[in-house]
């Protein structure tokens, strides 16, 4: 019971809301009969373990309102819906949306949830599950422990909070974030505008840079050579030279790695030859050479600084414990690191206390060992070096941000987290004998962020700023193109308009996937991750993607928001009895979902013919453009009296009408077609692609050129045997077989019509029955190449496929048999589902020497 049947990925914009969710399809089994109300003492464990869950609003928009949803009695998918999303919250970050919805069989539900990271909302959702199966049991469960380990997963999958904090900035300034790797490697923008971070490492970070930064003595030379103060010191080669060094220089002294970072093996106050020559042993075991330099007194702070400025300041404090007269060292150690603030996680402010061999050493100095037991009230010194955990960034005097920057600068990072010493850091350096100590690439932003004393910083708001100037949105004009019918071809013609601009187009649809003239992909292309390609993709100038409802329902989009939705039609898609769709409205939804991203400064291309789809106008936040072959289509004409943009014909001519003006665009004769007149379909497709060039703002010699190329589109062939025509197109579904019939009874008035059509192995039972109606009340003759346990449509012949026979033959028969059937005269349509069926169907018109017309 409370089974997790399929767990969706929806890695954009979908059907529930515009970001990333997960989509579960749960079956309560015979918990479906029991709401929460019924579960004898399973409220009150949720809630005791739980207690949390009162902020949940729900339905009921108050405080607690979930919790009275469960006294009043909800069911348990709505249950698990809130649990995940509270897991979620406590382990890592807060996320809040969620839905839970009944699907078409009894007893399974959609619950869809918020998350940031989908690997680590599966976990919530499982262990969420758990919870609930023992609250119902009245089986123990350990809250705090797992929690523990989800955190531990959270670590593990999700991004770290300098990679985090950089993302949300950027979306808050609608530039788009795209994980490269498992890692923090991370894409802000698309395409050519796009720039990449790893944490607080840029794009515009030097790998020189890094190295020098990594190397002390080198950095030391480089940034007192510009005149900001930094300590006398020198690499040393041995024991003896370290003293050497202490003794030229003046005790006390500083021995550390000249290579190391993050504090790791550094000395500090040493006073006498025996501890300068054990921390040359130490450092040596920490990089590839040891460098002494003058010990700088006063407090350890850290300066971030961003491009030309320093943008945060922390201060930090020694490492230290206060004795109780009862306790060791150690333990003080131990229970110093209970406090909840310290942990390994890199989101925790403070990190663990840790008796290495410096902290040892710096014991032996204060006369104590990690056993012994100093008297209460001592302060017991662990490590020189703390944590940063006041926030001083309005007290930082603009003398040393100028120094900071000019050593950033000098060892040429474009971020650098700088260290410095100084009594007070409201004062200048020069003045109190202050020092930077060290210049670090990538530095952690967590101090900043989330400083212990003081206001958080924006420093993830100005490292995109940094790599985005104002006026750069880090992306390229991105059009998406959806419908029912026609939307591959339209993609295609956009690409081609785009290309006649000179532009370098990816291009992804149900024909594959290219960049400019180089395809990387054959075959259905319509998928997220194909789209994606795109958009990681540093050359293309344009993008261009068909998106199909199948794939908005099982992955969403695969971008956050693009700056043209074109929408041809709406009638039902294909494969949707696989996902519970059995309403025109969730088809209308994931059509639609494009539109519901579109940039404030893009458009929606929408088919005023079809009332649903124009209607769509009110969900854009952009502006629209309308296209139909008739200016009086529905709000076509009221949009033009207003202002408004639209594409339309007029003497058979595709016109762009702005207002009460009308500019001449393309004429219909430049293209050939065997027919009498362009089918209304292929007239459709051509508005809806200057519709979009038009919101493009692409010139309209780039429009016409592209819409020659329809000449050369689309998969549809028309032959021809003396007096006998076939015609073979895929002809998935009801409303592209009702447009392809319209055609031919139109353009071959008084022929006897025959079909062969293969039915897709994903037809719902209606889609089939819709399609039996129109073949039976269109042709005079139909077969249909069906699976085994299809539905029987009444008044047609059918192949039914069996072990004996696979399907190509059985397609391949009836092919042979619509054709022997058929008189001299007749129009026979042949309906492949797939590219395969297509090429097997072409194969069968060429061998019998028919003449190819399209």
Same mark, same amino acid.
């Given at each position: ?15 529930? &809301? ?31 373990? =739980? ?39 406590? &382990? ?29 909302? !599966? ?8 919870? =609930? ?28 909070? @300098? ?8 979306? +808050? ?32 970070? @030097? *790998? ?33 030279? +370290?003293? &050497? ?23 500090? $106050? ?23 330099? $003058? ?30 007269? *009862? ?53 017991? =010194? ?20 100028? @120094? ?18 100084a009594e007070d850091i409201g004062r200048p350096l020069e003045a109190q004998n202050g020092a930077i100590i060290e210049v670090n690439a990538s530095p952690g932003l967590v101090m900043h962020l989330k400083p212990l004393v003081g206001k958080p910083r924006p420093v993830g708001e100005a490292i995109v700023n940094h790599l985005f100037p104002a006026g750069e949105s880090g992306r390229v004009p991105l059009v998406a193109v959806s419908g029912t019918n026609g939307k591959s071809t339209v993609a295609s013609l956009v690409g081609a308009m785009l290309s006649a601009a000179s532009r370098q187009v990816g291009l992804a649809t149900s024909d594959g996937l290219r960049v400019g003239q180089r395809r990387l992909a054959s075959g259905d292309r319509t998928d997220a991750a194909s789209a994606r390609r795109l958009l990681v993709n540093p050359f293309v100038d344009d993008i261009v993607v068909e998106t199909s409802e199948i794939g908005v329902l099982r992955e969403g989009l695969a971008f956050d928001r693009c700056q043209v939705s074109v929408i041809t039609n709406l009638g039902w898609g294909d494969h949707m009895g696989e ?37 769509? &106008? ?22 033009? *009296? ?41 007239? !459709? ?41 076939? %015609? ?7 409303? +592209?077989?009702?447009?392809? %019939? ?12 025959? +079909? ?97 017309? @399209?």
């Amino acid at each position: 019971m409370l089974e997790i049947r399929k767990a969706l990925s929806l890695v954009g914009p979908n059907v529930w &809301a515009n970001y990333p969710l997960l989509e579960a399809w749960v079956d309560l089994g015979p918990l479906d009969a029991k709401p929460s109300n019924s579960l004898p003492g399973f409220n009150g464990r949720l809630m005791a373990w =739980l207690p949390s869950l009162v902020e949940h609003r729900c339905s009921e928009g108050v405080r607690g309102g979930f919790f009275s949803r469960l006294r009043e009695g909800t069911w348990l998918g709505h249950v698990l819906e809130h649990v995940t999303l509270e897991l979620q919250t406590l &382990a890592h970050l807060p996320v809040g949306y969620g839905r839970t919805r009944e699907t078409s069989e009894r007893g399974v539900y959609r619950v869809v949830v918020e998350c940031l990271e989908h690997g680590f909302g !599966e976990a919530c959702l499982r262990k969420g599950r758990e919870l =609930l199966l023992a609250a119902i049991e009245n089986m123990p469960f350990d809250v705090p422990g797992e929690l523990r380990r989800l955190r531990e997963v959270a670590d593990r999958r999700c991004l770290g909070p @300098s990679t985090q904090a950089i993302v949300t900035a950027a979306k +808050a300034r609608l530039i788009p974030a795209l994980r490269v790797s498992p890692g923090n490697l991370v894409q802000l923008g698309y395409g050519k505008a796009q720039r990449r971070i790893w944490a607080a490492e840029t794009a515009k970070t @030097s *790998a020189l840079a890094e190295s020098i930064a990594q190397d002390k003595e080198l950095t030391r030379q480089l940034v007192t050579s510009v005149g900001v103060p930094m300590p006398a010191g020198r690499k040393v080669a041995s024991r003896r030279d +370290a003293w &050497a060094a202490a003794e030229d220089l003046g005790l006390p002294v500083v021995v550390k790695p000249q290579d190391a970072n993050h504090g790791r093996g550094v000395s500090i $106050r040493l006073e006498g030859r025996a501890a300068v020559e054990a921390a040359f042993d130490i450092a040596a075991r920490e990089g590839s050479g040891v460098v002494v330099e $003058r010990f700088v007194s006063g407090t350890q702070h850290r300066v971030l600084v961003v491009g030309r400025e320093a943008v945060a300041a922390s201060g930090g404090e020694a490492e230290q414990v206060v004795a109780d007269g *009862a306790s060791t060292v150690e333990e003080l150690v131990a229970r110093a690191n209970q406090d909840p603030r310290r942990g390994e996680e890199s989101e925790a402010p403070l990190t663990p206390l840790v008796l290495d061999e410096i902290s040892l050493e710096l014991l032996r100095r204060q006369g104590l060992e990690k056993i012994s037991v100093p008297a209460a009230g001592r302060t017991v =010194l662990i490590h020189h070096n703390g944590d940063f955990t006041v926030d001083e960034t309005e007290r930082l005097h603009p003398e040393i941000a100028a @120094s900071c920057v000019m050593a950033a600068q000098t060892v040429g990072l474009d971020v650098a987290g700088i260290d410095l010493i100084a009594e007070d850091i409201g004062r200048p350096l020069e003045a109190q004998n202050g020092a930077i100590i060290e210049v670090n690439a990538s530095p952690g932003l967590v101090m900043h962020l989330k400083p212990l004393v003081g206001k958080p910083r924006p420093v993830g708001e100005a490292i995109v700023n940094h790599l985005f100037p104002a006026g750069e949105s880090g992306r390229v004009p991105l059009v998406a193109v959806s419908g029912t019918n026609g939307k591959s071809t339209v993609a295609s013609l956009v690409g081609a308009m785009l290309s006649a601009a000179s532009r370098q187009v990816g291009l992804a649809t149900s024909d594959g996937l290219r960049v400019g003239q180089r395809r990387l992909a054959s075959g259905d292309r319509t998928d997220a991750a194909s789209a994606r390609r795109l958009l990681v993709n540093p050359f293309v100038d344009d993008i261009v993607v068909e998106t199909s409802e199948i794939g908005v329902l099982r992955e969403g989009l695969a971008f956050d928001r693009c700056q043209v939705s074109v929408i041809t039609n709406l009638g039902w898609g294909d494969h949707m009895g696989e996902l519970f769709v059995d309403s025109r409205e969730m088809v209308a939804k994931a059509i639609r979902a494009p539109l519901d991203v579109v940039l404030p400064d893009g458009h929606a291309v929408l088919n005023a013919a079809e009332p649903d789809v124009a209607a769509m &106008a009110g969900k854009c936040k952009g502006g629209i453009v309308y296209f139909a072959p008739d200016p009086r289509a529905g709000p076509l004409g009221e949009h033009l *009296a207003a202002g408004g943009r639209a594409v339309f014909v007029a003497n058979e001519t595709i016109v762009v009408g702005h207002g009460t003006q009308v500019q001449r665009l393309f004429e219909l004769a430049n293209l050939r077609s065997p027919l009498p007149g362009l089918p209304q379909l292929v007239v !459709e497709n051509l508005l809806a692609a200057a519709g979009a060039g038009l919101a493009l703002g692409l010139p309209p010699g780039a429009i016409r050129q592209g819409l020659l190329e329809a000449q050369a589109l689309g998969g549809d062939r028309l032959y021809a045997a003396g007096d006998r025509n076939v %015609l073979v197109t895929q002809a998935r579904n009801p409303s +592209a077989l009702a447009a392809w %019939l319209s055609v031919i009874v139109s353009a071959f008035p008084g022929r006897r019509l025959r +079909a062969a059509v293969e039915v897709p192995s994903d037809w719902r039972p209606d889609d089939a029955s819709e399609m039996g109606r129109l073949l039976a009340d269109g042709f005079e003759t139909a077969i249909l190449v069906a699976a085994p346990g299809d539905p029987t449509i009444e008044n047609l012949f059918r192949i039914v496929r069996h072990p004996a026979l696979a399907r190509e033959a059985a397609w391949a028969c009836a092919i042979d048999r619509i054709m022997g059937e058929a008189g001299s005269s007749d129009l026979i349509f042949v309906g492949p589902s797939t590219r395969a069926g297509s090429a097997q169907a072409n194969e069968h018109c060429k061998k019998r020497n028919m003449v190819r017309l @399209s």
